[in-house]
């Protein structure tokens, strides 16, 4: 994600009425604060849409909100999911091992889980070394991952301990809430398996609206971009287009028109179509400066990522998020062949790619 805000104050569990609330589990060492988590009363029980990050502040956090919303963690039912991240996905596997509660999530992002369970720390590090390669890194910033495969060993990812879940969400079905109406909404993009949740119900603070509320995750936030980078298999010869499933599905939020939306950071908020208008113009204007920046010269996807305009000087840029930055550099490169608009230099090692027209 880009342009977080810091933190300000403490963020408090909220009842948003007609037996919603939000708990705010904090995510450490990390400027979003915290991964809001919402409860849903239902006549089975209550249900969680995320979890909140796997550390042992977020997991008491838990406990003593679902205590301030009147229940516990042994009475949860189950647990939606809306994306595997860890600061969504983490703590369901303890959900369930205290509260027998199922979790759901979609097959795209159960995929992954059960791929990052399978995998190798070494394979891993040595697809991610290709990978920045392959997009021009300078060997400098390669060089800590290829010293850390020459010499350390093999041994489960740190996502390894995600729960797999028991139940699939399937796109555009109604979920077995007894008691409720919440329908899944397929929206990839941020993950491949993201999906938002709409609840069909009247909003009890806004009289006979007929939008209902809209559980977004992270696809659609008040006011930080989300991180729009590359999900693709690293055993698959096939290509994605994450950018473009993402406008594909902001498009799609805005048609239902939501009278409240309850991201999974920062606040609640209303406005879901203008806010869906500035993300697409964001990412259109950011589409047009890599386009201007191609016709002036051949350049590689890291080369791409150092002439972006990010929330601070790429010199200020921290390793890691220089790694997402390529990828996000990338998403949007791959959009722009997809459009026709750019295309790769035959010959080029590493890849570099001009505009078109």
Request: glycine share 10%; aromatic share 6%; net charge negative.
């Amino acid at each position: 994600m880009t342009d977080a805000p810091q933190v300000t104050e403490e963020p408090r569990v909220r009842d948003h009425g007609g037996g919603i609330w939000s708990i705010p589990v904090p995510i450490p060492d990390n400027p979003l604060g915290h991964t809001l988590v919402y409860v849903i009363e239902t006549d089975a029980g209550p249900v969680l849409v995320d979890t909140g990050w796997d550390d042992p502040a977020s997991w008491r956090t838990l406990v003593e909100g679902l205590a301030a919303c009147g229940t516990s963690v042994g009475d949860l039912h189950g647990v939606l999911v809306t994306h595997h991240h860890p600061d969504h996905h983490g703590l369901s596997a303890r959900v369930r091992e205290e509260s027998g509660a199922w979790i759901a999530m979609h097959a795209a992002d159960a995929a992954v889980v059960r791929r990052t369970r399978a995998s190798d720390r070494r394979e891993w590090l040595a697809y991610l070394v290709g990978k920045l390669a392959a997009a021009g890194a300078p060997e400098d910033h390669t060089a800590p991952l290829r010293a850390a495969l020459e010499g350390g060993r093999g041994g489960a990812l740190p996502g390894a301990r995600a729960a797999l879940p028991d139940r699939d969400i399937e796109p555009d079905a109604l979920l077995a809430l007894p008691g409720r109406r919440l329908r899944a909404i397929w929206t990839p993009g941020h993950t491949p398996g993201h999906v938002c949740l709409h609840l069909e119900e009247r909003h009890p603070a806004q009289g006979a609206s007929p939008g209902g509320r809209l559980f977004s995750g992270d696809h659609l936030l008040p006011a930080i971009t989300p991180h729009i980078g590359l999900y693709e298999d690293p055993d698959s010869d096939g290509s994605t287009d994450p950018l473009g499933d993402y406008l594909d599905s902001l498009a799609r939020i805005a048609g239902l028109r939501p009278a409240e939306v309850l991201p999974a950071h920062q606040y609640a908020f209303t406005g879901a179509r203008a806010r869906v208008g500035e993300l697409t113009a964001h990412h259109a204007e950011r589409l047009a400066d890599l386009r201007a920046l191609l016709a002036r010269r051949d350049l590689t996807p890291w080369q791409l990522a150092e002439a972006m305009r990010w929330n601070r000087p790429w010199e200020q840029i921290p390793f890691a998020s220089r790694n997402i930055a390529v990828a996000e550099a990338e998403a949007h490169l791959r959009h722009l062949v997809g459009l026709g608009h750019a295309e790769a230099v035959p010959g080029s090692d590493p890849v570099t790619y001009r505009a078109t027209d």
